[in-house]
């Protein structure tokens, strides 16, 4: 892919060839959720274009940031995020009810949301110290272990399914990438197999219990749980090949789709852009996710590869659940779109993403190995 | 595993993994359009049709009811249009919060929320309970504004049903209702539980159900998830019902039930050369405009607890022995049988037949057949059925109607008896006995008829030509076979029954105030209970002797015939001036309303009036102070009996038509 244009150089280190139909994304996902607010663009799609170009001005400072300072910033960022996490428990304990975020004047943080790209920062960096030697040990499985499942029952108590699922999966892709022992992964498989059920039965909050009762046959209770997935799918079906066309969504406008600007903005768009705007989106998450792991393929050092690798594995892991769950493939668990859904955590968690990516991207440039 | 594990080791791994979770997230995105084309292209049809259903939301527009109107085109029953309020009870939050909250905005009395509270509880949620109808625009509209906070209330502009003339008409036409589960069950259709949707109850509203009802229209309305309406689709008319056109003369029937004043009982008029009912009346009756709405609860108890039954129609479903009405009928088959009609026997105050007297109810002396009729002398009787069979004399009075069941739509009419040997040996296992036929002779006994059977014998009688009641009318003109009489067999029938009214007979009151119209007539008593508990004519109302009359007009060229029949009225006496009234109505209607209002004035109005008061009296004495009911809209006047006045004096100015349907200014529904 070669431009015809020559940039100048800061310029043209800029990947492009994501940032466009990154945009192009993010512009598309503000045109259904102006369609969202009934042909308006308040409550929700000025505020999504608003934040994507505060989150963008964010990712492009990362971009700058040397890679020894991510290395540097590593441990003690995961700190910080776990003593926040641990604070919401607190305050939350305090204020008597569960609570997800943090408020400091306007800005209201939701550490469960940082911790997703810092778990994978943190694991990145240990397994990067790792001596090679030790990956067949018992070295390469329980610190990492212990690292993921502080966070993770922080949040689980929140309760918020969702992330936990969000940063099990970021921290074992990178565990996975890492090139610990096939056998182990196997083995737990077959554990989680076992677990599940227990799990199910054991662990779930009644309301979680539910929604997976409902993913399993939403029609077990049409006014309920089910209701969403049914009208979603509603929604996603009567849309058909070209869409009912912009502003035209019965389900969306006359409010029987639920969360149409944010848990199921994918199927507020189906129904108005039919399959081509659903095949439009799924490529350019395809896009962004193939540069991602080339990003991290062409990564010269075991940090910089993991890095970029569960930057691109948490992207995907809201992308393919939130798509799953739309369709009627994978439980309601509350998790947004990417880029499209109204919501400020969701974009600035992805735009970390990618502003990590675009940093590793630039590291990639620069190609010279962090040294251990 | 000792492998020695080296820094490119792991690289390798590395890009091997990464291509594996780039085939999975490759596999998963492939999964997803799979997905979706499988939803949005194959089931696309299915999809797009829940979306519609979900979008739109259709409402059945209760369908007018088509009128029922009088011979002469004039609603006896028709529509008026009002706001209404229904409650859906599946749809309501808060039922007792509801009707508070209702009651308040309509201005309820508490014995009303009661009502509703009552409807709410028992209409287990499956139909449409009426609130209030014929609302004021005022307090529709405070309801409709209160909306959010009422789910399950249906404000609505519809049509209710209007009979002009109320409880005249209400055992004839019954009365229309929301459907209840049986009847929803036996016609398991969306419009029976459509808020507003009556159909017919009782008498010829529920008979001719499906010709009245007509076609509902439907509102296709697009609807927000809560049920909010965002904007009308489309509009289809209903198409409304078909009329039924009745042979009831309107205004007559109108009269004959306001006549009856304050007994209880009936008048049936039938025309003599078709068999056309032109009238059946029955009295005490309930308001069929105020059933239609729903039955309040006083008003229930108020017409249940009436020992004069409201709630029965007693033309079709009243049973009295017919008494000396059927003498004449009795004489004709005499005459039939031979027997010659100067043929006298001497009266004696009664016959001994076994061991046992039968007083005739005075010494006649020598009794010929006029003779008998015009002064009801027994004796006569007890003689000549004994000669003749009773066997015969029974065959012949099925022939002449009584006992029959006539080919008439109605919801029930009861048979009554005529007894025979055959008849008494089946029912009771007993031998028919001498005095038996005594007792049948004149009339009692096991007799039992119904008041249109009397009149149906009292036309056939008055023309020899086998007439059937008929009460649809439609453009044929009825074939009426002769019976078979010789004419001066029924010339003297007619003459001895003229004489009853006209000569020395025992009706003579019931003269008619007419000039040139004479009217012929036989009375009748009814024993109740036996002489030794109460002498028929005083004591205790429930033991006076049902009063009788049958008769035709003008004698000597029958027109009209009928029968009116008063409930321990003590004595054909209070059967016959209603009789003479009705007929003079019918060839003078001005007389007959002279008479009428002077009537009126005593009794404390009319029917409709009365009814109204006894409801504010029984209401009051329940303890519960109810609101007048509203004025009874001067719509379709044209039925009731002044109407009929003021038709004849126009019809002098405008001599070939009355002006008919376009007088009747009914509302265009």
């Known amino acids: ?372 | 595993m000792a492998k020695p594990v080296s820094s490119n080791n792991l690289k390798h791994t590395f890009e091997r993994r990464t291509f594996v979770v780039g085939a999975v997230q490759g596999g998963i995105g492939l999964l997803l359009a799979a997905r979706m084309g499988y939803i949005a292209v194959a089931e696309n049809e299915k999809y797009l049709m829940e979306a519609e259903s979900n979008r739109v939301n259709l409402t059945l527009i209760p369908p007018r009811r088509g009128w029922i109107l009088d011979r002469n085109g004039s609603p006896l029953a028709s529509n008026r249009a009002d706001f209404r309020v229904d409650i859906i009870p599946e749809r309501v939050d808060d039922v007792e919060a509801t009707v508070e909250m209702l009651g308040d905005l309509l201005d309820f009395e508490p014995a009303q929320k009661q009502d509703l509270a009552d409807n709410l509880q028992n209409a287990a949620g499956f139909s449409a309970v009426p609130v209030a109808s014929g609302l004021r625009y005022e307090k529709f509209a405070a309801v409709s504004v209160r909306l959010p906070e009422l789910p399950g209330v249906v404000p609505q502009r519809g049509y209710s049903r209007y009979y002009p003339t109320g409880p005249s008409v209400g055992h004839l036409l019954g009365y229309v209702g929301a459907a209840s589960r049986e009847e929803y069950d036996e016609e398991p259709i969306p419009l029976l539980v459509t808020p507003g949707f009556k159909l017919g109850k009782d008498g010829l509203e529920q008979q001719f159900e499906q010709q009245l009802r007509g076609e509902a229209g439907a509102r296709r309305v697009e609807v927000t998830a809560s049920g909010k309406i965002v904007r009308d689709l489309e509009t289809r008319e209903d198409i409304q019902g078909d009329a039924v056109r009745l042979t009831i003369d309107g205004p007559l029937q109108d009269y004959a039930a306001r006549r009856l004043g304050l007994e209880s009982g009936s008048v049936v008029v039938m025309d003599c050369l078709t068999g056309d009912l032109l009238c059946m009346a029955s009295m005490p009756s309930f308001d069929p405009n105020s059933f239609s709405d729903g039955i309040g609860r006083i008003e229930y108890q108020m017409l249940s607890e009436n020992d004069r039954v409201p709630l029965r129609n007693k033309v079709l479903k009243g049973l009295y022995p017919p008494g000396s009405t059927i003498k004449p009928m009795h004489c004709m088959e005499f005459l039939q049988e031979g027997i010659d009609p100067e043929e006298t026997i001497i009266c004696a105050g009664g016959r001994r037949v076994g061991n046992r007297f039968f007083r005739c109810h005075s010494n006649h002396g020598s009794v010929n057949m006029a003779k008998a009729i015009y002064s009801s002398c027994d004796s006569y009787f007890y003689d000549f059925a004994r000669r003749v069979g009773f066997d015969k004399v029974a065959a012949f009075a099925e022939r002449m109607g009584l006992g029959q069941q006539y080919p008439l739509p109605v919801t029930s009419q009861f048979y009554g008896t005529v007894p025979n040997p055959a008849w008494k040996k089946e029912k009771f296992g007993r031998e028919w006995q001498d005095f038996d036929t005594v007792n049948a002779s004149i009339g009692q006994g096991y007799y039992l008829t119904n008041p249109l059977q009397l009149a149906v014998m009292s036309a056939r009688l008055a023309t020899g030509k086998n007439l059937l009641p008929r009460l649809i009318l439609d453009d044929s003109t009825p074939v009426v076979d002769d019976l078979g009489f010789a004419p001066e067999h029924i010339e003297y029938v007619r003459r001895a029954m003229n004489d009853v009214v006209n000569g020395p007979g025992t009706a003579r009151r019931a003269r008619l105030p007419i000039d040139g119209v004479q009217m012929a007539g036989k009375t009748g008593t009814a024993q109740v209970v036996s002489l030794s508990v109460s002498d028929g004519r005083s004591g205790p109302w429930k033991y006076r002797d049902h009063g009788l009359f049958v008769f035709f007009a003008p004698f000597d060229n029958p027109r009209y015939a009928g029968a009116v029949v008063i409930e321990h009225g003590g004595g054909s006496g209070s059967a016959y001036p209603v009789a003479r009234d009705v007929m003079t109505f019918l060839f003078d209607p001005q007389k007959g309303l002279e008479a009428l209002h002077a009537l009126e004035k005593q009794w404390g109005g009319t029917a409709q009036e009365r009814l109204d008061a006894d409801y504010m009296r029984f209401a009051e004495a329940a303890g519960v102070d109810i609101p007048a009911p509203p004025d009874p809209i001067t719509l379709a006047r044209q039925v009731e009996a002044e109407a009929r006045a003021e038709a004849d004096a126009y019809q002098d100015a405008v001599r070939d038509n009355r002006i008919g349907n376009a007088q009747t200014g009914g509302e265009p529904t």
């Open chain 1, 1 to 372: 892919m070669k431009r015809a244009v020559t940039l100048p150089a800061p310029l043209a280190e800029i990947p492009w060839g994501m940032l466009v139909p990154l945009c192009a994304l993010v512009a598309f996902g503000a045109a259904v959720l102006h369609s969202a607010a009934g042909g308006s663009m308040s409550p929700y799609a000025g505020s999504h274009l608003l934040r994507f170009a505060i989150f963008a001005l964010m990712a492009l400072v990362m971009w700058r940031i040397p890679r020894d300072w991510t290395f540097l910033m590593a441990y003690p960022g995961y700190v910080v995020v776990l003593l926040l996490l641990l604070g919401v428990e607190i305050l939350g304990q305090v204020g008597g009810g569960s609570q997800r975020w943090l408020e400091a004047g306007p800005i209201r943080i939701q550490p469960s949301e940082l911790m997703k790209p810092t778990i994978v920062l943190v694991l990145a960096s240990y397994f990067h110290t790792l001596p090679v030697g030790l990956i067949n040990t018992w070295r390469a499985i329980v610190p990492p272990a212990a690292l993921m499942v502080m966070p993770m029952g922080l949040v689980l108590m929140q309760p918020d399914l969702g992330t936990t699922l969000a940063i099990a999966f970021g921290g074992a892709i990178v565990i996975f990438l890492a090139g610990l022992p096939m056998r182990w992964f196997v083995g737990a498989g077959l554990a989680g197999v076992i677990i599940a059920p227990l799990a199910y039965f054991f662990g779930l909050q009644d309301y979680q219990r539910r929604r997976v009762d409902t993913f399993l046959d939403p029609e077990s209770d049409p006014q309920g749980a089910g209701y969403h997935i049914i009208q979603s799918k509603i929604a996603i079906g009567s849309g058909g090949i070209p869409g009912k066309g912009f502003g035209e969504g019965s389900q969306s406008h006359l409010d029987y789709l639920p969360e149409p600007h944010t848990d199921f903005v994918f199927a507020t768009m189906a129904e108005e852009w039919g399959l081509l705007g659903g095949i439009f989106v799924l490529l350019v998450f395809g896009i962004i996710l193939r540069w991602g792991l080339n990003v991290a393929r062409a990564a010269p050092d075991r940090f910089s590869r993991l890095l970029a690798g569960g930057l691109t594995a948490t992207i995907f892991f809201y992308v393919a659940i939130n798509l799953m769950m739309v369709m009627g493939l994978a439980p309601v668990v509350g998790i947004p779109l990417p880029f499209m859904s109204h919501g400020g955590s969701s974009m600035m968690t992805n735009m970390i993403c990618i502003g990590g990516l675009m940093m590793v991207d630039r590291w990639n440039r620069q190609s010279s190995p962090l040294s251990n």
